[in-house]
């Protein structure tokens, strides 16, 4: 179970999966990524949606985007 305050164990992360759509806090959660990560790859292209004044990210939009920047990486 996470602790609030520290960093998540590989053990209590969940996988991204592609045909899912994950409110911001959720996929914070699920991912294990906190929230300047998060800032800094939407800055650098991960989509999101915005709806009813919360903030969404599809799991096929994070596959992506992360394929994206293995390709930038090489």
């Known amino acids: ?9 590989v ?11 994950y409110p911001l806090g959720v996929f914070e959660e699920h991912s ?6 998060l800032r800094s790859m939407r800055r650098a ?6 709806a009813g004044g919360r903030t969404f990210i599809r799991g ?8 994206d ?3 930038g990486d090489q």
């Open 45 to 50: 292209g991960l989509r999101t949606i915005k």
């Open 32 to 37: 294990g990524l906190g929230k300047h990560s």
């Open 1 to 9: 179970m996470p602790v609030p305050g520290r960093p998540p164990r």
């Open 60 to 67: 096929c939009d994070f596959h992506e985007f992360l394929g």
């Open 11 to 21: 053990r209590d992360l969940q996988p991204i999966e592609m045909t899912k759509i």
């Open 69 to 71: 920047s293995q390709r």
